[in-house]
Antibody, heavy 119, light 110 residues
Framework: QVTLKESGPGILQPSQTLSLTCTFSGFSLSTYGMGVGWIRQPSGKGLEWLANIWWDDDKYYNPSLKNRLTISKDTSNNQAFLKITNVDTADTATYYC???????????WGQGVMVTVSS | DIVLTQSPVLAVSLGQRATISCRASQSVSISSINLMHWYQQKPGQQPKLLIYRASNLASGIPARFSGSGSGTDFTLTIDPVQADDIAAYYCQQSRESPFTFGSGTKLEIK
């Protein structure tokens, strides 16, 4: 079955770089049409799409954060990564990774990882 | 960017029909393919895919959930509403990048 799990630092200070890892199983990011996306959600608020990476290494970013985001993948180890540079308190949120199917929709989601930016 | 507009709250009685709407700032359809999807998020949980491409039920989702619409106007219907359906519901488009979400509709029980 398909599973995804996010991991991250938990807490970091303003201006640091946030590094997130999505470790997944049940599918391969080398399969045609597959992708992984990152979405975040501040506490009590809605969902914000951040970035997608596809099987062919094509990448898309939310333009409102594009200069700060880098998405990548390690196909052989079934992982996807997201880096956000120069974080501030507005980046405090739960971060989710999700599989993108051929629809394309986010058909499987990880449980999310909470990230707090605080001095 | 394609902006998706949802009403923030909908209150319905148990056993009644709930109709949740989502309006897009421009068409999210390509030919006859409607690239609008719906997710359910219960408190403390990750979102779950309910409906894909406007009207297709995702795997394992009960048949009392249904979706309709095309172009810019889409609807998620829950009939009949059960207590377990208390959640936030989000629409999301994949017509073009950025893949935007609506702001969500919280379903409450009257």
């Amino acid at each position: 079955q398909v599973t995804l799990k996010e991991s991250g630092p938990g807490i970091l200070q303003p201006s640091q770089t946030l590094s997130l890892t999505c470790t997944f199983s049940g599918f391969s990011l080398s399969t045609y049409g597959m992708g992984v996306g990152w979405i975040r959600q501040p506490s009590g608020k809605g969902l914000e799409w951040l970035a997608n990476i596809w099987w062919d290494d094509d990448k898309y970013y939310n333009p409102s954060l594009k200069n700060r985001l880098t998405i990548s993948k390690d196909t052989s180890n079934n992982q996807a990564f997201l880096k956000i540079t120069n974080v501030d308190t507005a980046d405090t949120a739960t971060y989710y990774c999700a599989r993108i199917d051929g629809v394309p929709s986010f058909d499987y989601w990880g449980q999310g990882v909470m990230v707090t930016v605080s001095s | 960017d394609i902006v998706l507009t949802q009403s923030p709250v909908l209150a319905v009685s148990l056993g009644q029909r709930a109709t949740i709407s989502c309006r897009a700032s421009q068409s999210v359809s390509i030919s006859s393919i409607n690239l609008m999807h719906w997710y359910q998020q219960k408190p403390g949980q990750q979102p779950k895919l309910l409906i894909y491409r406007a009207s297709n039920l995702a795997s394992g989702i009960p048949a009392r959930f249904s979706g309709s619409g095309s172009g810019t106007d889409f609807t998620l219907t829950i009939d009949p509403v059960q207590a377990d359906d208390i959640a936030a519901y989000y629409c999301q488009q994949s017509r073009e990048s950025p893949f935007t979400f609506g702001s969500g509709t919280k379903l409450e029980i009257k």
